[in-house]
């Protein structure tokens, strides 16, 4: 069992910038992909960005392909997300998933929210302009 708790979410205005992170439990290879996913209000929740365990392969939204930064530190069993130039199409709930079904050196391939077996409960991020 994988227990995922986000944190770091906040309100910063247009432009600026947010550190999200992710804590899991239980052995870092139990977490082979870790992604981020995002749901704003009405809309479907998002693929937003994964990392496979050793860092190598990582795949980004096109929304967010340039100004987002996943990484992972896996001695402390964390993920990150940095966001710079935050824009207001960016607020959102900010979910930390794991997809503990692929290897451990196995590229990013999962972008879906099926793909996605362990959830935490979300991080609100707001950006206002």
């Known amino acids: 069992q994988v227990q995922l708790v986000e944190s770091g979410g906040g309100v910063v205005q247009a432009g600026g910038s947010l550190r999200l992170s992710c804590t899991a439990s239980?052995?870092?290879?139990?977490?082979?992909?870790m992604g981020w996913f995002r749901q704003a209000p009405g809309k479907e929740r998002e693929f937003v960005a994964a990392i496979n365990w050793n860092g190598i392969s990582t795949s980004y939204a096109a929304s967010v392909k340039g100004r987002f930064t996943i990484s992972r530190d896996n001695a402390k069993a964390t993920v990150h997300l940095q966001m710079l130039h935050l824009e207001p199409e960016d607020t959102a709930i900010y979910y930390c998933?794991?997809?503990?079904?692929?290897?451990?050196?196995?590229?990013?391939?999962?972008?879906?929210?099926?793909?996605?077996?362990?959830w935490g409960q979300g991080t609100q991020v707001t950006v206002s302009s």
């Open positions: 998933a794991a997809d503990t079904r692929r290897g451990p050196y196995d590229a990013v391939r999962s972008y879906s929210r099926s793909d996605y077996d362990y």
């Open positions: 239980g052995p870092t290879f139990s977490t082979p992909i």
